[in-house]
């Protein structure tokens, strides 16, 4: 088991632009993330993409080891990923559902890094954050998702 913790929460209401911090966010069942481009369906994705396009996760210890390995300091933002957490194993948690304060998400898959954000970021991101980029995740339970929030894993 981990005991983790919500410490980021970043929604871009349109597609490429700079994703924003927030203190909370509203999870919407189905939808994603209250304002974010993908809940208004402006991301970069095809109308047949699941799921695995309401939210994204990536670990504050990834960001530090790509700054530790590869000496590329990429802000939590810069990731384009929703959620920063701290102290929870998200390669592991592909296929199961887990909570965030009151709402439940399901791991859909890994979100590799991939070309796109290496042209947003700098040269070496795809690399470093390779098997490390992070999670997709369903919306099982909505609510609200706060800064600080504990991440538990629900038992399968």
Same mark, same amino acid.
């Given at each position: 088991?981990?005991? $983790? !913790?919500?410490? $980021? +929460?970043? +929604?871009?209401?349109h597609k490429?632009?700079?994703?924003?911090?927030?203190?909370?966010?509203?999870?919407?069942?189905? %939808? $994603?993330?209250?304002g974010d481009?993908?809940? #208004?369906?402006?991301?970069?994705?095809? @109308?047949?993409?699941? =799921?695995? %396009?309401?939210?994204?996760?990536?670990?504050?210890? @990834? *960001?530090?080891?790509?700054?530790?390995?590869?000496? +590329?300091?990429?802000? =939590? @933002?810069?990731? %384009?990923?929703?959620? #920063?957490?701290?102290?929870? =194993?998200?390669?592991? *948690?592909?296929?199961?559902?887990?909570?965030?304060?009151?709402?439940?998400?399901?791991? +859909? %898959?890994?979100?590799? =890094? /991939?070309? !796109? #954000?290496?042209?947003?970021? /700098?040269? $070496?991101?795809?690399?470093?954050?390779? !098997?490390?980029?992070?999670?997709?995740?369903?919306?099982?339970?909505?609510?609200?998702?706060?800064?600080?929030?504990?991440?538990? @894993?629900?038992?399968?």
């Amino acid at each position: 088991m981990f005991q $983790g !913790h919500l410490i $980021g +929460i970043f +929604i871009a209401s349109h597609k490429g632009k700079d994703l924003q911090g927030n203190d909370q966010v509203e999870a919407v069942a189905g %939808r $994603g993330l209250l304002g974010d481009r993908y809940f #208004l369906r402006e991301g970069t994705y095809s @109308a047949k993409d699941g =799921p695995d %396009r309401e939210v994204t996760l990536i670990e504050a210890e @990834a *960001l530090e080891g790509l700054a530790r390995d590869y000496q +590329i300091v990429l802000a =939590p @933002a810069q990731a %384009r990923r929703n959620l #920063l957490t701290r102290g929870v =194993p998200l390669n592991h *948690l592909v296929g199961k559902d887990f909570t965030i304060g009151s709402v439940t998400l399901r791991g +859909i %898959r890994l979100c590799e =890094p /991939c070309g !796109h #954000l290496e042209k947003l970021t /700098c040269q $070496g991101v795809e690399k470093g954050l390779l !098997h490390r980029g992070g999670l997709r995740a369903q919306i099982v339970t909505g609510g609200m998702l706060k800064v600080g929030a504990a991440i538990d @894993a629900l038992e399968s």
